[in-house]
């Protein structure tokens, strides 16, 4: 089922190191994103080591990191809100059974069709994000209850650290590559901390992350109609939220290992494991780009790096827990910083205005509808914007060469696909009073593709009978001519049999 990856002691190295860099930095990440979704923080660090584990092992793209994510807990608020933390682990159970049916049906090919555009605002969507989560580490507890940002000392240490942390990250691999620069800073930043003891936060002042192995349990639900209506809606945005993250991830990754995942294994990877997640008290989860880019860059390119980084996150939570919390969130803050600077696109603001401006607007569309709503709603819209911009941009391109054949009928020769965003311009290029009694469309050069451009030859043949004239279809690829014999008596025109002729289509492409 699944290879390790590694066939030399440097390898198992660089994995096994990177896999404990990208475990450090999942439990402030796990622990926060179980307080957005308003559970304890033990259901998410067993989410990010039951869903790293098994993503890991059975998905499509080693050395891409899963846990739990803020896209998916923002989901959840209300469901547990509503209905208290079981109903939650039944939706994680659903989840995963509907991302193993669309890894099944092999809808993960469908990341194709993303534009570039919207993978670039996406991006540059997601490093903002990253960067904007961070901030909250900037501020600090009051008396009464509520919060307020760092000031003075502890604001310019918390400071200092980070910079720390960039600098060494930064540095360090012009040095050596040997060990990942990532963990190298955690561990300097650390001993610096608790050596000169340092009044700083640490990942304790989150929360404690003690705890014992995850227990196999069965969501206390009824099994009835009523349940499945409440979380079945919740199950499927977050299928969706999850298969949409996670296969952008993959794609990212792709670019930045020059390899190539496969997107319908981790669609069934990513079911299998929010499905077990759900029964062993986890709140699900998908691909994390943040962590998943620091893997990359540490090193960690095969299945044994997302396996110890979960493996590493049990441990803390069974035997190393109160030195995990010891560890200065400055550290972690500095690392991300720099996944920050890694994963936005500095590229796209060089090109923005060297590229269409629809494809402009597109990536920054996708990149404000990210920040302030979610991952799934920026790439549908984005995805949305894109297509109606392609359809009105070809509607424009339709256009019709004539001439007359020495028996008098004249031939249309038309240019440019016929589809619902150029069946208007389509119309307007014919006048029927004008013309000889016998016409010719030559569509050679034309496709139809939509039912809209079904009747607006219809439209178009009603005018040449009402005129006393008729109209012939000449060169209309097999396709064409199905979706004419399907409409039936729908269509009154004439299609003239003619050689074979066929056009490319997406099943040769």
């Given at each position: 089922?699944?290879?390790?990856?590694?066939?030399?002691?440097?390898?198992?190295?660089?994995?096994?190191?990177?896999?404990?860099?990208?475990?450090?930095?999942?439990?402030?990440?796990?622990?926060?994103?179980?307080?957005?979704?308003?559970?304890?923080?033990?259901?998410?660090?067993?989410?990010?080591?039951?869903?790293?584990?098994?993503?890991?092992?059975?998905?499509?793209?080693?050395?891409?990191?899963?846990?739990?994510?803020?896209?998916?807990?923002?989901?959840?608020?209300?469901?547990?809100?509503?209905?208290?933390?079981?109903?939650?682990?039944a939706t994680v159970v659903l989840t995963g059974l509907l991302q193993i049916g669309a890894g099944v049906l092999r809808l993960g090919k469908y990341i194709r069709m993303v534009p570039y555009p919207v993978m670039l605002g996406f991006v540059n969507g997601l490093a903002i994000v990253i960067f904007l989560a961070q901030l909250q580490h900037f501020q600090v507890p009051t008396a009464d209850g509520a919060s307020e940002w760092m000031r003075?000392?502890?604001?310019?240490?918390?400071?200092?650290?980070?910079?720390?942390?960039?600098?060494?990250?930064?540095?360090?691999?012009?040095?050596?590559?040997?060990?990942?620069?990532?963990?190298?800073?955690?561990?300097?930043?650390?001993?610096?901390?608790?050596?000169?003891?340092?009044?700083?936060?640490?990942?304790?002042?989150?929360?404690?992350?003690?705890?014992?192995?995850?227990?196999?349990?069965?969501?206390?639900?009824?099994?009835?109609?009523?349940?499945?209506?409440?979380?079945?809606?919740?199950?499927v945005i977050l299928a969706a939220v999850g298969l949409i993250e996670s296969l952008l991830t993959l794609s990212l990754i792709d670019d930045v290992t020059n390899t190539r995942g496969r997107g319908n294994r981790e669609c069934v990877g990513q079911g299998i494991a929010n499905t077990v997640t759900g029964f062993f008290g986890g709140m699900g989860g998908c691909a994390m780009i943040g962590q998943s880019m620091i893997n990359v860059n540490s090193g960690g390119r095969q299945r044994l790096s997302g396996i110890a980084a979960a493996l590493f996150l049990l441990a803390f939570i069974l035997f190393a827990s109160d030195l995990i919390e010891r560890i200065p969130m400055a550290a972690l803050v500095g690392v991300m910083f720099m996944v920050v600077l890694a994963t936005f696109e500095w590229s796209s603001l060089r090109i923005m205005g060297r590229i269409p401006r629809t494809d402009a607007f597109v990536l920054v569309l996708v990149s404000a509808v990210t920040v302030f709503t979610d991952l799934a709603v920026a790439v549908v819209v984005g995805v949305i914007v894109s297509a109606l911009a392609f359809a009105w941009e070809h509607a424009r391109h339709i256009n019709v060469?004539?001439?007359?054949?020495?028996?008098?009928?004249?031939?249309?020769?038309?240019?440019?696909?016929?589809?619902?965003?150029?069946?208007?311009n389509f119309l307007d290029l014919f006048h029927p009073e004008d013309d000889p009694d016998e016409v010719i469309i030559e569509f050679q050069h034309s496709r139809v593709v939509d039912h809209s451009a079904i009747e607006a030859i219809d439209t178009l043949a009603e005018r040449y009978i009402r005129a006393g004239k008729r109209l012939h279809l000449r060169h209309l690829s097999p396709e064409c001519r199905e979706l004419l014999k399907k409409a039936g008596d729908l269509v009154e025109v004439n299609v003239l049999e003619d050689p074979q002729y066929h056009v490319a289509d997406d099943a040769l492409a």
């Open positions: 089922m699944f290879q390790l990856g590694c066939a030399s002691r440097v390898c198992f190295r660089n994995e096994i190191l990177s896999g404990l860099t990208v475990a450090l930095a999942l439990v402030p990440e796990a622990v926060a994103f179980a307080f957005v979704a308003g559970v304890e923080p033990l259901v998410g660090l067993y989410a990010a080591f039951m869903v790293g584990l098994l993503a890991a092992i059975f998905g499509g793209r080693p050395g891409m990191i899963s846990g739990a994510t803020g896209a998916m807990a923002v989901v959840m608020v209300s469901l547990v809100a509503e209905h208290g933390v079981e109903y939650l682990f003075g000392p502890a604001l310019w240490i918390m400071l200092g650290l980070i910079a720390l942390t960039m600098a060494i990250m930064h540095f360090l691999p012009r040095l050596t590559g040997a060990f990942p620069a990532a963990l190298a800073a955690i561990i300097v930043v650390s001993l610096l901390v608790m050596g000169f003891d340092i009044d700083t936060r640490t990942v304790g002042d989150l929360a404690s992350i003690e705890g014992g192995l995850p227990s196999f349990h069965i969501p206390g639900v009824p099994l009835t109609f009523e349940t499945l209506k409440i979380i079945f809606p919740y199950a060469k004539s001439w007359d054949e020495p028996d008098g009928t004249r031939v249309y020769e038309l240019h440019g696909p016929l589809f619902f965003g150029s069946v208007k």
